[in-house]
Structures are given as structure tokens and as C-alpha cells.
């Protein structure tokens, strides 16, 4: 490899793709694209994007007339119109030109086209010069109303290529000019010419001689399911628009000490900002100064606020439930969480799985094979001895019926409904390719500080002396730890508040190096730490606290010693606790048929002891975080398919080695960055959901894929046999598009265990 490969690999472009009508246009414009030098271009049919690898100072205008080259229109986004929602409906219905003009052409064709339909079906309305009229009422509708799929049909002959437009367009005016010929130089023009419709799977005998019913029926119903196709391709990017629609659009800022309004687009990191109860955070930033409570729920989906004060971290697009906070900025633009949760999105959504790539194979193909194949019917039945108009209606409705939008529709609408409820979820998935990871993984490991865990010291148990007081013990240590900086410290003062209230002052506090701290609360000298700071001053343990401290240590707990006024009052005992969801997340885990195993740096016992309470049976501890890549590969020697759930810095090499990664989003960049799918809440039960929905999301693909390919080979062999009228072969195909995007549209309804859990816990309550 040459040094300067990677740099050009460097650059990125992402071009809105006008014009495509159905997977095969989407494939030739990906050839076309990677035909040029050091391009790799991925198109995406359902986002109407193309996702370009150029070489750094590659010239977009390169890209975009190379599109135009071969019949669609190429733009590069605009900003402000990707990160606005299309309109308050959330289908864009309101702004999207094109989708306004298949609405009119779609009410267009219904009206005039329910006519000519019922005047063929039904005998009794065929009056003296019916024919007549139908033709007044189709022309317009196979020639206006069918003009999109003629104009592209034309372009792509002009290129040499053949899509979906090409099949409709053929379809429909050879029915048109069969039609017309019939009227002006048969005998289907004659005054009181009458001919029957006939809904059976049985040869045609030719009796038909015009087809302005299903020129004009096969257009309307085409126009129908593209209409319906586009507009739910909006709704299935909802999600994204919602997304991106969270931020804040304006923001208080401080310049000095005065509040000025100002725009979130001219805030700059070390602005600090003003936010009110109920207003929006405008960006990532800490807490300067004030306490409230962030509800996070939109962005994260977790329903509890979650409490705040100077110090803390916060994320843009939250929004302030509680008190006035003054904020700092951290991270702007596309720096912010929101930014980088939109951009992992909308990557996820514009990328292909393997299963796409094999459809869009197959759908590059499949027209020129339609082709040939009603071309073959024709000549069959022609050779066969059978009529004209028996071998026509063959060829037409082999034409209508093969059309492969429901095959290049069947992946990308499914992923993207799936990442963009992901997103909503909190669950981001870095690309299609995961959700094929997903399916294959058979254990999981777990890092245990920050994931499985907290990570953060708490106070777990107050023990006094025999007979002593143990609010009193943990007032005063409590009082005396607040003074302190020390982790352990904090997590004993925070306790003690949330127990007792409102701490008392401290005098003549000293800081014991090693050992502890002393001073004097409520006139008492207190002295908190080792229990051997405890014994220079003559203050010992009794033998029933001496044991418990030794229990408490055994299970890798953190013992601190209280005593004042020359006595030994008691015992606290901090630890980092096991996250509140963590065994019902387990318990999942091994629901999906996963093998949880529990990976830390910590002493055995600490590990044995945090895994007894989530339930873990396998337990890996006192591993170097550079050894854990190496535990990940031994799993991966030994046969296993392995999922790694981490947080910290130390887990990016253990999360990038393994089949599948999933990075905590309260955790360390480079963690999320080495990761394939990101949870931004803490919470482990995001992990099960990321594996389930992605689950999901690859068995509706599957679904999809299964529906168009089974409905493509059964149809064309029935129409090729003259069983199936051109008309109905038309709303069979306009159908089986919507039905592979209402399908996909389903994957909205996905919810979290911790939703379905709820919604168990109201029907029990109820019953």
C-alpha cells in the first residue's frame, strides 16, 4: 500500500440524487460514479443520496456532471434545508415538489381513469360510442399522467440502459397505440362495439380489441403506489428530521454580565449561557453555576431527569426542568452529541448492507431479462396460433408485473426506519453492515466499571457501635468528608445528605495523608479514615466491627473508621454499585441466547461478588486493560461470535476487535469512536435493545426481500401465460411496493425492554 493511500481516502461527498425511479437507476449511477479514478460511491435509492470517497481536493462538479451524464440531476445538500423538518406532518408532502406533482398527476388520472375502467368492466354501461369517450378520457392519462415515466424511459435509452420507467412506459403505450389502431383502422371504433371484462386466470381468446383500460388503469395505479412509496420514504425518515430539529435556535449568552439573545449558530466554545426552566439547552457545555434537574428524554429516552450541578456535564437539545443554570460551551456545531448522533444516522441510513448490494445486483439485470422474457411471450403465443391481441396482453402484463422497485425498495426502507427509531431510542448504529453482526453473536462480554457498574463510589452501609446512634454517625462523618475532595469522601457526604439533611460546619480540618481527614463538628473532634489512623489515637474497633470490616473488604468494598471524643463510634462501608437495570439487562442477554461473561480489571472477589448479583455465571477479572483485546480473541479463536460492551479508554481496542461493539455514550470518545453501535444512555438494557431491534430491523429486510423476489418469480411465469390481465398486473405491482415500505414502516412501533416492561407492569395493575 502507498503512503498516500490513506490520505486519499480522506475526503468525503454527499449528493442528493434527482430523477431515480427504482433500484436499477441507483445502480448505474454507482457504476457510472465508481468508474471515475479514485472514487467510491455508494447510492442509496431510498435516501436519494449517494455517499462519494474522492481523493482530497476532488472537485464536486466533477461528480455532479458525471450523474447528469447519464439522465438524473445531482445537487450537494444545503445545510439549513437538511437540518429543517419538511413540514409539521413530518411527510414533507408540503415542500417536496415532486411529491406535489405525482399528487396531481395521481387525482388527475382517477378521475379520468374510474370511467374508462367501469365502462370496460361493466357491458351495460358500453353506450353506442363508449370507446370514444374512453379514449377522450385515457389519452390524457397515459400521455400526461404517465409523462415522468416516459421522459425517464427516453433518457435512459438515450444512455443505453433500461430501468423501471422503461417496462411502464412500454407497457402502457403499447396498450395506447394498440388501442388507436384498433379505434381508426379496425373495427373496435364501430358504432355499438361492446367487449366483456373477464376476472378468471384462463387464456385470453383475443376478444378484447382496445387496451385504453389498461394503458390508462396500469398508470393510475403505478402513480398510486409511487405517490404512496415517496410519501412513506418521507415518514421513514422522520426520525432524522425530528433528530436534527431538537436543538435549541437561539440563546442567551453572557457578555459581560449581561444577557444578550443571540442566534445558537454564533455561540463559541467558552461562551458562557443562560437557561431558564423549560428552555432547551443550546449546547454541550458544564454547569458554572446553579443546580436543576435536565430531562434528557428526547435525545436519550430516558424518562427520569437527571440531576445537575456546577461541575456536571451537559448535553445540547436537553432541556432545563428545574432551576436557572449558567453553562459553559464545550463543543459546538457539528461537534455537539446531537450533531454526531444526526451524522451516525443518516451514515447508517445512506450505507448498504450485503443483502442490498445482492439486491441491487439482481435488480441491474432484471430489466433487460423482463424484456427479453415478454418479448419471448409475445412471439410464443404469436407462433403458437393464438390472436394479436391474446399474445399483446401477455407481452403487457409481463412488462407491468416484473417491475423491481419492491426488490430495490426492500432493504434501504427497512434501515431506515430502523436506525432513525433507533435513534429516537437512544441507539445509534454506525452502519447497515451491524445489523448482519448482530444476527451471528453468541456471547457477550461486559466491562464492568461504568457499564455493568456505576463506576462511581457510593455509600452502601452505615454501621454504628453497639447501641450507638446511626444517624448521629453519619451526621458528623458525613459533615467532615464534605470538606474533602476525595471520591470516597464525596460519595460518604452525599450519602449523608440525602440521609440527614443539611450538614453541619467544620472546624480546624486537616487533611491526614494516606490515612484520613480530622476536625471538630458540633464540638466534637472527629476523625474519619483507615482504621489505623483510628488506633494512633487510641481508638479501636470492637471485635464484632473488626469482623464485618473484613467481610466488607473480602467482597472488595472500601471501609472507613469513625470515631470521636476518644471512642470508636462505628463503620461506613463505599462501593461501586451495581447499576439499578444491569440484571434485568443480563437476563435479557440470556433470553436472546447469549452468554453473558463479566471482564475486569478488579480483584476476583470483587468481580465474583458483582456477577452473583446480576447474575453473571462466567467471570474473566484481574485482567490489564491492554490485555483485553487479547481475552476477546482467545473467545474468537475458540469458535465464539463476540459482542463487547465497554466505556473506557481502555476497552477501544477490546471494542474494535470484536464482532460487534457497542460503546457506552457516557463513556470515552475514543471508546464511541472504536465502536459499531453507541448507546447513549448508561443504561445496559440499551445494549439488549440495540441487539434486538437490529435483529428486527435484518428480519424485516429479510421479510421484505423474501416478499419481492417470491412475488417476481411467481408473477411473471402467470402474465408470461396470459393469466393475469395487464390492469390487475399493474395494482399487483403498485401494491407490493407499499406493501414492502408499509412493512418496514412497522419497525415504528419497536419498543424498549424497559417500555414493555411498563406496559406488562399497567396490565397486571389493571387486571
Given at each position: 500500500m502507498s503512503t498516500s493511500a490513506p490520505a486519499n481516502a480522506d475526503s468525503g461527498?454527499?449528493?442528493?440524487?434527482?430523477?431515480?425511479?427504482?433500484?436499477?437507476?441507483?445502480?448505474?449511477?454507482?457504476?457510472?460514479?465508481?468508474?471515475?479514478?479514485?472514487?467510491?460511491?455508494?447510492?442509496?435509492?431510498?435516501?436519494?443520496?449517494?455517499?462519494?470517497?474522492?481523493?482530497?481536493?476532488?472537485?464536486?462538479?466533477?461528480?455532479?456532471a458525471e450523474v447528469e451524464k447519464t439522465g438524473y440531476t445531482a445537487v450537494l445538500p444545503s445545510p439549513k434545508r437538511t437540518a429543517r423538518g419538511d413540514d409539521a406532518s413530518g411527510d414533507g408532502s408540503a415542500t417536496d415538489p415532486e411529491l406535489q406533482s405525482l399528487r396531481t398527476r395521481l387525482i388527475g388520472s382517477i378521475v379520468l381513469t374510474v370511467p374508462v375502467i367501469l365502462m370496460s368492466m361493466i357491458p351495460v354501461l358500453q353506450f353506442t360510442y363508449w370507446q370514444w369517450a374512453s379514449l377522450a378520457l385515457a389519452a390524457p392519462v397515459i400521455v400526461w399522467g404517465a409523462w415522468p415515466?416516459?421522459?425517464?424511459?427516453?433518457?435512459?435509452?438515450?444512455?443505453?440502459?433500461?430501468?423501471?420507467?422503461?417496462?411502464?412506459?412500454?407497457?402502457?403505450?403499447?396498450?395506447?397505440?394498440?388501442?388507436?389502431?384498433?379505434?381508426?383502422?379496425?373495427?373496435?371504433?364501430?358504432?355499438?362495439?361492446?367487449?366483456?371484462?373477464?376476472?378468471?386466470?384462463a387464456p385470453s381468446d383475443g376478444a378484447s380489441n382496445i387496451y385504453l383500460e389498461v394503458g390508462a388503469g396500469v398508470t393510475m395505479f403505478i402513480l398510486a403506489g409511487r405517490y404512496f412509496e415517496k410519501r412513506s420514504k418521507k415518514q421513514a425518515g422522520a426520525a432524522l428530521r425530528a433528530l436534527l430539529e431538537l436543538g435549541a435556535k437561539d440563546v442567551a449568552v453572557l457578555r459581560g454580565g449581561v444577557e444578550t439573545k443571540i442566534a445558537v449558530e454564533d455561540l463559541r466554545v467558552g461562551d458562557e449561557f443562560v437557561v431558564r426552566p423549560g428552555e432547551k439547552i443550546a449546547t454541550d457545555g458544564v454547569v458554572v453555576s446553579g443546580t436543576s434537574a435536565v430531562d434528557a428524554s428526547m435525545l436519550t429516552g430516558e424518562a427520569v431527569p437527571v440531576e445537575v450541578a456546577a461541575g456536571d456535564a451537559v448535553t445540547g437539545a436537553t432541556t432545563n426542568a428545574g432551576g436557572r443554570l449558567v453553562i459553559r460551551a464545550t463543543r459546538i456545531g457539528s461537534d455537539t452529541q446531537l450533531a454526531q448522533m444526526a451524522k451516525l444516522v443518516e451514515d447508517a441510513q445512506t450505507g448498504k448492507a450485503e443483502v442490498q448490494r445482492l439486491a441491487d445486483r439482481i435488480s441491474g439485470v432484471f430489466v433487460p431479462i423482463v424484456i427479453v422474457i415478454a418479448v419471448m411471450a409475445l412471439g410464443g403465443w404469436l407462433g403458437a396460433g393464438f390472436p394479436v391481441s391474446a399474445a399483446f396482453t401477455a407481452a403487457v402484463a409481463v412488462l407491468v408485473i416484473a417491475c423491481p422497485c419492491a426488490l430495490g425498495l426492500a432493504t434501504p426502507t427497512a434501515l431506515l426506519v430502523g436506525t432513525g427509531r433507533g435513534a429516537q431510542m437512544g441507539v445509534l448504529i454506525k452502519g447497515p453492515e451491524v445489523l448482519e453482526s448482530t444476527r451471528k453473536v453468541d456471547t457477550v462480554v461486559l466491562d464492568k466499571t461504568g457499564t455493568v457498574t456505576t463506576g462511581r463510589m457510593t455509600l452502601v452501609d452505615v454501621i454504628p457501635e453497639a447501641e450507638g446512634d446511626r444517624a448521629e454517625l453519619l451526621r458528623l462523618a458525613g459533615a467532615l468528608e464534605d470538606a474533602s475532595e476525595h471520591p470516597i469522601a464525596q460519595a460518604i457526604a452525599k450519602g449523608a445528605t440525602q440521609e440527614t439533611g443539611a450538614?453541619?460546619?467544620?472546624?480546624?480540618?486537616?487533611?491526614?495523608?494516606?490515612?484520613?481527614?480530622?476536625?471538630?463538628?458540633?464540638?466534637?473532634?472527629?476523625?474519619?479514615?483507615?482504621?489505623?489512623?483510628?488506633?494512633?489515637?487510641?481508638l479501636q474497633l470492637s471485635r464484632?466491627?473488626?469482623?464485618?470490616?473484613?467481610?466488607?473488604?473480602?467482597?472488595?468494598?472500601?471501609?472507613?473508621?469513625?470515631?470521636?471524643?476518644?471512642?470508636?463510634?462505628?463503620i461506613l462501608v463505599v462501593a461501586d454499585t451495581v447499576k439499578p437495570t444491569s440484571a434485568e439487562a443480563i437476563a435479557h442477554f440470556k433470553t436472546l441466547g447469549l452468554t453473558p461473561i463479566l471482564l475486569t480489571g478488579d480483584n476476583e472477589a470483587v468481580a465474583r461478588r458483582i456477577a452473583a448479583e446480576v447474575g453473571i455465571d462466567e467471570v474473566i477479572a484481574e485482567v490489564l486493560p491492554t490485555d483485553k483485546v487479547d481475552v476477546v480473541k482467545r473467545l474468537q479463536r475458540d469458535g465464539k461470535v463476540v459482542a463487547m460492551v465497554g466505556d473506557g479508554v481502555n476497552d477501544a481496542p477490546a471494542l474494535a476487535q470484536a464482532d460487534l461493539g457497542l460503546a457506552m455514550g457516557t463513556g470515552a470518545d475514543v471508546a464511541i469512536e472504536a465502536s459499531d453501535i453507541t448507546l447513549v444512555r448508561g443504561d445496559l438494557r440499551s445494549a439488549v435493545d440495540a441487539i434486538r431491534l437490529s435483529r428486527t430491523t435484518l428480519g424485516t429486510i429479510k421479510t421484505n426481500l423474501f416478499w419481492a423476489f417470491a412475488y417476481n418469480v411467481a408473477a411473471i411465469p402467470i402474465a408470461a401465460l396470459g393469466l393475469l390481465n395487464p390492469m390487475l398486473a399493474g395494482a399487483?405491482?403498485?401494491?407490493?411496493?407499499?406493501?414492502?415500505?408499509?412493512?418496514?414502516?412497522?419497525?415504528?412501533?419497536?419498543?424498549s425492554v424497559a417500555k414493555e416492561r411498563g406496559a406488562r407492569t399497567s396490565r397486571t395493575a389493571l387486571s
Open positions: 461527498v454527499e449528493l442528493e440524487i434527482g430523477g431515480m425511479t427504482c433500484a436499477s437507476c441507483a445502480m448505474r449511477i454507482e457504476k457510472k460514479l465508481n468508474k471515475l479514478d479514485g472514487v467510491t460511491a455508494t447510492v442509496n435509492y431510498a435516501t436519494e443520496k449517494a455517499k462519494v470517497t474522492v481523493p482530497d481536493g476532488y472537485d464536486p462538479a466533477v461528480l455532479i415515466f416516459h421522459r425517464a424511459a427516453w433518457a435512459n435509452l438515450k444512455h443505453g440502459a433500461a430501468t423501471m420507467d422503461t417496462l411502464i412506459s412500454l407497457g402502457t403505450s403499447a396498450a395506447f397505440l394498440w388501442s388507436l389502431y384498433a379505434l381508426f383502422f379496425g373495427t373496435a371504433g364501430v358504432p355499438g362495439m361492446t367487449h366483456p371484462f373477464e376476472f378468471t386466470l450538614l453541619p460546619t467544620v472546624d480546624g480540618f486537616a487533611n491526614i495523608e494516606g490515612k484520613g481527614v480530622q476536625g471538630v463538628v458540633d464540638g466534637h473532634a472527629v476523625l474519619v479514615g483507615r482504621a489505623s489512623l483510628l488506633a494512633e489515637w487510641s464484632e466491627l473488626s469482623a464485618l470490616k473484613a467481610t466488607a473488604e473480602g467482597e472488595g468494598k472500601t471501609v472507613v473508621a469513625v470515631g470521636w471524643d476518644g471512642r470508636a463510634r462505628g399487483a405491482m403498485a401494491v407490493s411496493s407499499v406493501f414492502v415500505v408499509g412493512n418496514s414502516l412497522r419497525l415504528r412501533g419497536f419498543r
